[in-house]
């Protein structure tokens, strides 16, 4: 049986990174731009290892392998073969990142083998004044950006949004977006490395380079129509399950806890991951236990019929497929 599993951090230096994911999560970084911690990752290269209970020190890979139907679920396994279909992150932005895309999964699979990349952010801390760049501020036609980018305009039709914590946006494949500086956030989304970086400011590596654009890449990518779908309104109903994202990649809830809470998941064929974005909480199963507080994340697999939340205190993202 599996056990409620928690996972080593994959921590990334990124330009834009700072010291955030240390001081405030206590992360073991040394690095002054450390960006991103990948909590769950099957990423070639970056496969997630398990850090506690029996199973420590195998990777999730070797357990999806050994193990794929009890940990990701029947239909999961059907959907998705032995590959676990979600990538989760906590970002720390100390610089504006790259303004980028993501290409749907038609274009992902024929350019790269990839899946394409669905997201979803939740902002757990942001400096005043703080924005995210998602989508345009009107409709655009490939003309127009493409004489933007060749311009350097392409910051004038950008739609910008100031955010607080709580604050949640739901990123479909096409939209240009960025995280800007002072936002630490919370990442779900599908399991894919791919991304078109179209502008970056112009600035340089430790190496003295401008980092690549996907400039060609990006121009049969982007949705250039102004959407306004991007913000996430979801309920607060504190000790209940409140749906934020449901999506055909996977399904996030908001649980708020004051009291313990106990969840029925028999009728559930997917894996159960809790994110903490505020508080701490211990998560009960048949199986064992498993403590988290904010900045981590554990994984249930799709064998737990019962799960028991208790906290006095606790804010968690729960995810499922």
Known sequence: ?????????????????????????????????????????????????????????????????????????????????????????????????????????????????????????????????????????????????????????????????????????????????????????????QTSDVTYRVFDFNRKDKDGNLRELHTELALDAVDYEKKDDFKVSYGHNKNEVNTMVDCPYFKTNFIELTENLELDTTQRDSFTIFMCVGGEASIHTAEGEVSIKSGETALLPASTNKITLQSTGAKLLEVTI
Do not use: C
């Open 1 to 189: 049986m599996i056990h409620p599993l928690k996972f080593r951090p994959i921590l990334k230096e990124r330009l834009w990174g700072g010291t955030k994911l240390k001081e405030v999560f206590g992360k073991p970084i040394e690095s002054d731009i450390t960006g991103e911690s990948w909590e769950l990752s099957t990423v070639k290269g970056d496969i997630s290892v398990i850090a506690n209970g029996s199973l420590e020190g195998k990777s999730l890979q070797e357990l999806i392998d050994s193990n794929a139907e009890e940990l990701l679920g029947k239909s999961v396994v059907e959907r998705f073969g032995k590959e676990f279909p979600i990538l989760i992150k906590f970002i720390d932005a100390k610089q504006d990142l790259s303004i980028q895309l993501h290409p749907n999964d038609a274009l992902a699979k024929e350019r790269h083998d990839s899946f394409g990349k669905t997201e979803m952010w939740y902002i757990m801390d942001a400096d005043p004044k703080a924005e995210l760049i998602v989508g345009f501020n009107k409709d655009v036609t490939k003309e127009e950006y493409a004489e933007s980018i060749a311009n350097d305009t392409l910051l004038d039709l950008l739609n910008y949004e100031q955010v607080k914590e709580g604050d949640t946006f739901f990123i479909n494949t096409g939209k240009i977006h960025a995280i800007g500086a002072g936002v630490m956030l919370a990442e779900i989304q």
